[in-house]
């Protein structure tokens, strides 16, 4: 495992795969780098592939103080440390995160998969304050649930047959803290990012989600929505040779 170091001095832990144009996955919130494990294999031929942990969990480290700002800075540490111009792609809150890196950092293109927006109606939810509320109280399995039935729109968690072991229980804080970033920020009328994006949703992925691809797709200046059929939030495990495609073809070309 590949380390870097960020702005605040924690160690970002990545994996490098592949060979071709760099390509970074930043995944989402209850997840660590092993959720790009489905899709990696169908990128490796083209791409090479930079797979962090994002900060507080795996292989990196964490801050005494946490923002959304702290994050940007650990995605440009890992860009500074791959050669020539990248793309990154971002799902859920790891997009929210490469959307506002995309402001401030140089990159060859972005791929977002529902990020972690809140738009129009959606807006003023409390998601974390509840979540931390059922965490004060040592229901750290009633939060969990909560983040993943409203955020990740699973309308029944205990029917997933990987609930509760694999639901990242251990991981809850930070989820928490991640979601006050989201409740917080507000996406710009005119974003300032003038790279070719591509927005990527499922056809039964969160409706709070779902419209904010839409929504971000009339704000950009160079953006396409590819919506995929018969799938909701994780295409990228559920049918990662779909989102592999889709990717091929915005860095190559049709």
Known sequence: M????????????????????????????????RHWDALRPHLTDDFTLSIPDR??????????????SREVADLRALVEAVDGPTTVFG?????????VAA???????????????????????DLASRMESRLNAGQRQDAMRLFLEEAGGIPDVEQLPWWPEEAGLS??????????????????????????????????????LRDAVFELDERLSDSRVVEFDGVGHVATQSEPELVADAVRTFVYGD
């Not at 832990?13 to 660590?32: K, N, W």
């Not at 989820?175 to 917080?184: K, L």
């Open 2 to 33: 590949k380390t870097v170091t960020s702005a605040d001095g924690t160690s970002i832990g990545y994996e490098r795969h592949g060979e071709g144009p760099s390509l970074i996955l930043l995944h989402g919130g209850s997840g660590t780098r």
């Open 55 to 68: 900060r507080g969990r795996g292989g990196s480290g964490d801050g005494d103080k946490y923002d959304l």
């Open 91 to 99: 799902h859920s809150f790891g997009g929210l995160v490469a959307l």
């Open 103 to 125: 402001s401030e950092i140089s990159l060859d293109r972005l791929v977002l998969y529902e990020p972690a927006l809140l738009v129009g109606d959606h807006r003023g939810d």
């Open 171 to 208: 991981l809850a804080e930070t989820v928490v803290r991640e979601n006050y970033e989201v409740e917080a920020y507000e996406l710009p009328a005119e974003p300032d990012i003038d790279v070719p994006t591509l927005l990527l949703t499922g056809e039964y992925g969160p409706a709070h």
